[in-house]
């Protein structure tokens, strides 16, 4: 099981990396393959799977409110120390602390947990995506934006970035399918249909952009600062979530595991996009890298426990 598991995202991220690095491809090319993952095939995918079910098959409350306290008590603490001790302005620590408390949930994770779970893996994830789209990503937007625009007011840049989230596919595919488990509305067979075979494209070329994104990346602001947002998200988040399910609710052993797997996922790519776009290029991109190499290391690891 583990080898079944483990083996094709390696070798898919290792042929993403190959098609980059030798030439058949180039990072436009697969930078378009990761938005068509993120716009059509992850939207499609949700949306087909969350409306097949029922409510009480998709909302796990355990699951959700300690997934959001930890999410939120890591980029509280992060915020805290980039701006402090590391000595970052206000906006630069908005972003940089997104890093040290958000995984690649839906490229990665949907991936992985797919090959692990099949179908149950869209409930976790699902989740896990509201969680980033309504919570965290907003709260790094807020903040960044108002310490950038000085005369720019609180409810101009809230509605902005509102405006925003309704134009993300991913976070509307989630809504929309969790809204049609809600009403009991099925999607007619054609169009189930048509969403499967989008779906089913996700999770091997989600593996196969990260693998060619990370061509050219070098590792130019390895210091304390990087080391901490890696060892934030990929160890210190996994474990809080373990201990938080183990605990605090009466989750399941496999929701147990998918939450603590999410956790432990590299960094996501919107975090060195939203580094670059303000001016932390270096200091998002290195430890983007950091991350992705030990997140799987880390994740395969806890596979390799848990599925042996």
Sequence with gaps: MVFAVIMPIFLLLALGYSSVKFHFLSKENVATV???????????????????KDLH??????YFFVYSIVTLLLYVVAFFLVSHYF???????AVLSLGASM????????????????????????????????????????????SRQKQANLWSISKRTVLTLLKNPL???VIIGI?????????????DDVLALLGQTASPLALFSIGGGIVGLTLKYVNTQSLYLVISSNLIMPLLVFLGLTYLTDASQ??????TIIASLPMPTIFGMLGQAYGLKDQALTPLLMST???FMVSASLITLWWS
């Design 293 to 295: 190499i030990f997140g």
């Design 179 to 191: 809204g049609c488990a809600i009403l009991q509305i099925r999607i007619p067979r054609y169009l």
């Design 171 to 173: 976070f509307m595919g």
């Design 87 to 93: 000595k970052n302005n206000q906006s630069q620590s």
């Design 103 to 146: 995984s690649n949930t839906g490229l990665i994770g949907t991936a992985v947990l797919t090959l692990l779970m099949g179908q149950k893996a869209m409930t976790y994830t699902s989740l896990v995506v509201i969680i980033e789209s309504l919570l965290l990503i907003p709260t790094v937007l807020v903040l960044a934006e108002l």
């Design 254 to 259: 496999e929701m147990i595991y998918a939450g």
């Design 34 to 52: 990761g938005a068509f993952v993120i716009k059509i095939a992850l939207p499609a995918l949700f949306l087909q799977s969350l409306a097949s």
């Design 57 to 62: 098959e998709i909302w796990y409350p355990g």
